[in-house]
């Protein structure tokens, strides 16, 4: 089927679970955290289990799709997929690989999922449990024991005490700020306005703490050059998304959105990105990695920068916020601090409305698909800021690494 023929997928359903501070979810599981998610994203579409042939995800997701599709009660598996952009890199590539499966005729109805339960599984770089490891836990895995590609690459930086994602992003911003004079101010306008953005957001986590640009200013030094308020938030919960055909989005109770363009992938030699430091070439290493991308997913929208009328940015870090803005094309390269701090990804009277959940660094970190959630609800008219008249949502996963991002549109 050509392009120009091609009928294209939709996002017909959004359903969240409760979001919180990793360790304040309770005794649930990240696993049982999926299944509410996925039954909440398909209720919301006016559909059934029944109704899903298809599950997909990425980051390494823990809850595999087969052992999903037989708790949840689906008549048959058609398509079960994992991702293989690392990281928050792979959210939109999930969504774009389940677009694919559906336009394809692989499935009908698809599940895009991601659950996060860091109070149970912890991340890379945390202790075991409390302020020090269970000596009655078995060892975790070293770098010269795990036998991937990636963690062996980090074993070139990790003797440094470079393991932390704040330290490993925190270098690319500051040499944003050595070559273009970027300033942790124009930083703190990022995690302001998403701040302010949560405010609105009842199941945004940080929702009812206000921020002033002095707090964070005041706040304490992670990684140079960030602050705590320049990090995401550590969270336990889980998101999904439906996504099938034009034809059955028409019949469903809500409006469908349209993808209009996916992409995914990464620079030549790129490897992991900037947290290994490996292969960077020097005229990116002070950029988000997604500026060829960007180019492909607007080519295959038929639509530019000046077209997008919200965006959902993935925020782990506001240094990869400021590079993104640039990599996708809203300002020139080295001129993302003047940019944010001209007040442009407010919801009211900013040219680029940004993160109207509140973003991973307000809302909840869930590895950025609850930036394609909200993208679905921005389009919709059912953001707690909405953007009047909305049209054209970008929808990013994370900088920095081999990445992935969509193009969605209201029907």
């Known amino acids: ?35 509410q998610a996925i039954q909440r994203a398909v209720a919301d579409a006016g559909l059934s289990m029944s109704d899903v042939d298809g599950l997909a995800s990425f980051a390494e997701d823990r809850n595999e799709a087969v052992f999903l599709a037989a708790e949840l009660g689906l008549p048959t598996l058609r398509f079960g997929n994992m991702v293989w952009m690392p990281g928050g890199g792979g959210g939109c590539a999930a969504v774009g690989n389940a677009a694919m499966a559906v336009e394809t005729g692989q499935a009908e109805v698809v ?6 339960c860091q109070g149970q599984f912890f991340r890379f770089g945390s202790p075991i449990a409390g302020d020090a490891p269970d000596p009655a836990a078995p060892p975790r895995p070293t ?5 991937t590609p990636m963690l062996a690459s980090m074993g070139f930086a990790m003797p440094y005490g470079l393991i932390m994602a704040a330290a490993a992003y925190a270098l690319p911003t500051r040499r944003h700020m050595h070559l273009y004079g970027t300033t942790s101010e124009q930083l703190g306008h990022i995690a302001v306005t998403f701040r302010e953005h949560a405010s609105r957001n009842p199941r945004a986590v940080m929702g009812g703490r206000p921020m002033t640009l002095a707090d964070h200013q005041a706040s304490p030094m992670i990684g140079d050059p960030h602050r705590l308020f320049d990090c995401c938030l550590e969270s336990d919960g889980a998101c999904a998304v439906v996504v ?62 000046g077209d997008v009328d919200v965006a959902q940015i993935y925020d782990h870090f506001t240094g990869c916020v400021l590079m993104q803005l ?13 940019f944010v701090e001209s007040g442009a990804l407010a919801w009211q009277g900013g040219s680029l409305p940004t993160n109207t959940h509140g973003g ?52």
């Not at 409006?255 to 209009?260: A, K």
């Open 244 to 305: 099938t055909t034009a034809e059955r989005a028409r019949d469903l109770a809500k409006p469908g959105v349209e993808i209009l363009a996916s992409e995914q992938g990464a620079p030549q030699g790129y490897a992991f990105g900037h947290f290994t430091n490996a292969n960077i070439a020097d005229d990116l290493y002070a950029t988000g990695g997604c500026e060829e991308m960007a180019g492909r997913l607007y080519g295959k929208a038929g639509l530019g920068p």
């Open 326 to 338: 640039e990599d996708y094309g809203f300002c020139k390269r080295g001129e993302g601090g003047p």
């Open 111 to 116: 599940v895009v999922y991601r659950s996060l």
């Open 1 to 35: 089927m050509s392009a120009a023929n091609r009928s294209r997928a939709h996002l017909v359903g959004v359903g969240e679970t409760r979001y919180t501070r990793w360790g304040k979810i309770g005794d649930t599981t990240e696993h049982a955290l999926a299944c």
């Open 143 to 147: 770098v010269q024991q795990a036998n």
């Open 360 to 411: 991973s660094l307000s809302e909840a970190y869930i590895h950025g698909l609850n930036h394609v959630v909200e993208g679905v609800r921005a389009l919709r008219g059912e953001s707690t800021s909405p953007v009047e008249g909305a049209e054209v949502c970008l929808v990013t996963s994370a900088a920095c690494v081999p990445s992935s991002a969509l193009m969605l549109g209201r029907r």
